[in-house]
């Protein structure tokens, strides 16, 4: 059972949107210090909703810097590669994780309050420590437990009963979650990190919240990034900040004081700064909503989608439901234009596997209308059921 279960998991998540092709893009570029600014810049502006979420986010006070950033390429000089990298990749996770089912005794916006407080609180500890980078650790923390999601997602109230074990019992929501499923929530933030080719640093401390941590003399930079997300997980439990549905907290949070640059009272005074610091950055998270960071261009050019449909009858039923859902419509070989902003292609003939790549590359999902047919046995039938159609679109295009 334990296997079907991994199954079911790992293919919910490759069924998940890939991150855009301008964020990994620019993930990849970070890295290189030889690349130009101004290359990352032309990355950037070529993703406009993305240029918009950069300069917003870089003005607001979750940086609290004194003078405003008006373009990308001033952005990048002021947050550098790394800065700008964990912005785009932090909001497009975020994008991408929305739950499906609701859970009544842990509501998801307690799960990312308690994720924002780690964030917060990693973030705060990395600076002091001046080891590691601290937007990194930031990012780190908000998407820590974000495998939590996929099991809501799959499991719903049976996850859910692990939060009434986790609270009555000894045994960690970790340990429950990997007898029920055969994974936890961070083996299965892992795999969403695979998914979407989050670097491995990042991976790592997503992948090891739980684990140990090491002996203080084999320390290295990226230890450092793991402890300050671990220690930020038990403050964020301590202040009582959103809730994670694993109430305990381990005694290797003082793992991380052994230095001069973090000690005890440094950890303390970071606990009482927390409830402040969690208020700028849900003004990070409004900001990494899809529909609230849309800018008004954005809102008066409604999403696109190209249709590669055989018959002419069908294509227009297809096209008259998409419209009437708020699409609209682009030709294939226009949709390259660059003020469209193409969804989706919608096929049920093959296409040239130059365009798949070039798709892939942009980020746009090819949605397989013979696989709706073969569900709602369409198949050769002269006539389309409507309801059938609107709820596959609904639930392939949710994310856009
Ligand atoms: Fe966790
Ligand atoms: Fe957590």
Redesign the pocket.
Same mark, same amino acid.
């Given at each position: 059972m334990a296997a079907e279960r991994i199954d079911q998991i790992i293919e919910n998540v490759r069924s998940l949107p890939p991150l855009p092709a301008a964020v990994e893009k620019v993930i990849r570029m970070a890295d290189n210090p030889e690349v130009d600014p101004n290359e990352m810049a032309i990355i950037i502006h070529n993703d406009s909703s993305l240029t918009a979420r950069i300069l917003r986010v870089a003005n607001s006070s979750f940086f609290g810097l004194s003078r405003t950033v008006g373009t990308v390429s001033q952005a990048i000089m002021i947050l550098g590669f790394q800065g700008v990298k964990n912005l785009a990749l932090g909001m497009s996770v975020l994008d991408r994780l929305q739950p499906r089912q609701r859970t009544s005794s842990l509501p998801i916006e307690d799960i990312w309050r308690h994720s924002m407080a780690v964030a917060s609180a990693a973030r705060m500890m990395t600076a002091r420590t001046g080891l590691s980078e601290p937007e990194e650790a930031f990012v780190a923390g908000l998407l820590?437990?974000m $495998?939590?999601l996929v099991l809501m997602n799959n499991f719903g109230e049976e996850w859910e009963l692990l939060l009434e074990i986790d609270r009555a019992q000894e045994k960690r929501?970790?340990q429950l979650e990997k007898e029920a499923f055969g994974m936890?929530?961070?083996e299965v $933030?892992f795999v969403l990190c695979e998914h979407w080719n989050i670097p491995a640093k990042m991976s790592r401390i997503i992948a090891e919240?739980?684990l140990p941590p090491k002996r203080k003399q084999t320390v290295g930079e990226e230890d450092v990034l793991c402890y300050a997300v671990q220690a930020g997980?038990s403050m964020a439990k301590i202040a009582q900040i959103g809730s994670?549905g694993?109430s305990h907290v381990e005694g290797t949070l003082l793992e991380i004081v052994d230095s001069e640059k973090l000690t005890k009272e440094g950890l303390r005074q970071i606990l009482l700064a927390l409830p402040e610091e969690v208020s700028k950055t849900e003004a990070f998270l409004k900001m990494g909503s899809a529909k609230e960071t849309l800018t008004q261009e954005e809102k008066t050019k409604p999403p696109a989608i190209a249709l590669i449909v055989e018959d002419d009858g069908e294509r227009e039923i297809l096209a008259m439901s998409l419209l009437s859902m708020g699409y609209s419509l682009v030709n294939f070989q226009r949709s390259h234009d660059g003020d469209t902003r193409l969804v989706a292609v919608i096929a049920d003939k093959s296409i040239s596997p130059s365009s798949i790549e070039e798709l892939e590359q942009r980020g746009v999902p090819v949605l397989d209308l013979l696989e709706w047919k073969k569900e709602s046995h369409t198949e050769g039938k002269a006539s389309m059921h409507i309801p059938s159609l609107r709820s596959w679109l609904k639930s392939k295009l949710a994310h856009y």
């Open positions: 820590h437990d $495998g939590k929501l970790y936890d929530h961070a $933030g919240h739980h997980n994670s694993d």
